[in-house]
């Protein structure tokens, strides 16, 4: 079983800068694929990032390609996503989702936990 908390959200002005945290507990979160999902109102989650387990590879949604890093540190069970340039488009609330694969997805419904999400809003 793994616990995931997300933190680090808020308001913030377009442009602007945001690092989200996700701290997992358990031994095994350096085996687990990760991933980075956003929900706005009346839409459906979207993938954001993903990254493997070691970190060796990670991908991401076009629209935030080049703005947003997913980095991982192991030693502290926590997994990152690094937002710059960021714009009104992505405001959501920010989960994160662990993956009982050493490799991430871009399908939701390929992950087995999930943290409580946090909300990230961007004004113009």
């Known amino acids: 079983q793994v616990q995931l908390v997300e933190s680090g959200g808020g308001l913030v002005q377009a442009g602007g800068s945001l690092r989200l945290s996700c701290a997992a507990s358990?031994?095994?979160?350096?085996?687990?694929?990760m991933g980075w999902f956003r929900q706005a109102p009346g839409k459906e989650r979207e993938f954001v990032a993903g990254?493997?387990?070691?970190?060796?590879?990670?991908f991401y949604a076009d629209s935030v390609k080049g703005r947003f890093t997913i980095p991982r540190d192991n030693a502290k069970n926590t997994v990152y996503l690094e937002m710059n340039s960021l714009k009104p488009e992505d405001t959501a609330v920010y989960y994160c989702?662990?993956?009982?694969?050493?490799?991430?997805?871009?399908?939701?419904?390929?992950?087995?936990?999930w943290g409580q999400g946090t909300q990230v809003t961007v004004s113009s």
């Open positions: 989702a662990a993956r009982r694969s050493v490799v991430a997805a871009r399908s939701p419904a390929n992950y087995d936990y």
């Open positions: 358990g031994r095994t979160f350096s085996s687990y694929g």
């Open positions: 990254i493997s387990w070691r970190g060796s590879s990670t």
